[in-house]
């Protein structure tokens, strides 16, 4: 009887202690990520979950403490959605759980493509055509008219075309660097 308990107490001290001992993911280790779901500046908002899987083991003094397959969380920081002029979209996302362990990590940014030349080839378009017209319709000032006229109508269709989203699909990979763990 004596012999059970002592080997009861024994294996609950060892379990403790292993438990106690639990590799934690060190800060400075790089995890690899593929997303489950897309995100897009359009339709995320700040604090948006998202979920993953770990692309590549985690290891820490010669052990792996995360495997490639475990699942992972995440969530959206920052969501700046585009404008028809200018600002392109944007999404920053961080990593907040490796295998339900509570992780902080460094952020992943994304930015849609920049307005200034989509814009510039309207717009200047516009001007050049209506300029083009304007000249042969009434001269030097029916040209200046017409520059004015081909400028808005290229506004226009910039305005109504113009918007720059980001999006990351479902499936891409994302590299954070873990600062740190619970």
């Known amino acids: 009887m004596r012999f059970r308990r002592s080997m009861a107490l024994a294996t609950l001290l060892m379990t403790l202690f292993s438990l106690a001992h639990a590799a934690k993911i060190p800060a400075g280790s790089h995890a690899t990520v593929r997303l489950n779901n897309t995100l897009s500046s359009a339709t995320a908002h700040k604090e948006q979950a998202w979920t993953g899987v770990l692309t590549h083991d985690i290891t820490a003094n010669g052990k792996t403490v995360a495997k490639a397959g475990d699942p992972v969380k995440g969530k959206v920081t920052f969501v700046n959605r585009s404008g028809r002029l200018h600002k392109p979209g944007e999404l920053t996302l961080r990593l907040t759980s490796i295998n339900g362990e509570t992780v902080y990590s460094s952020?992943?940014?994304?930015?849609?493509?920049?307005?200034?030349?989509?814009?510039?080839?309207?717009?200047?378009?516009?001007?050049?055509?209506?300029?083009?017209?304007?000249?042969?319709?009434?001269?030097?000032?029916?040209?200046a008219i017409g520059a004015a006229a081909g400028a808005g109508a290229g506004t226009g269709v910039a305005a109504a075309t113009g918007k720059q989203e980001v999006s990351i699909p479902a499936e891409s990979v994302l590299t954070f660097t873990i600062t740190g763990s619970k």
């Open 107 to 143: 952020r992943v940014s994304r930015k849609g493509k920049s307005h200034t030349k989509s814009n510039a080839t309207k717009i200047g378009g516009g001007a050049g055509a209506g300029a083009l017209i304007g000249g042969l319709a009434g001269g030097g000032k029916g040209a």
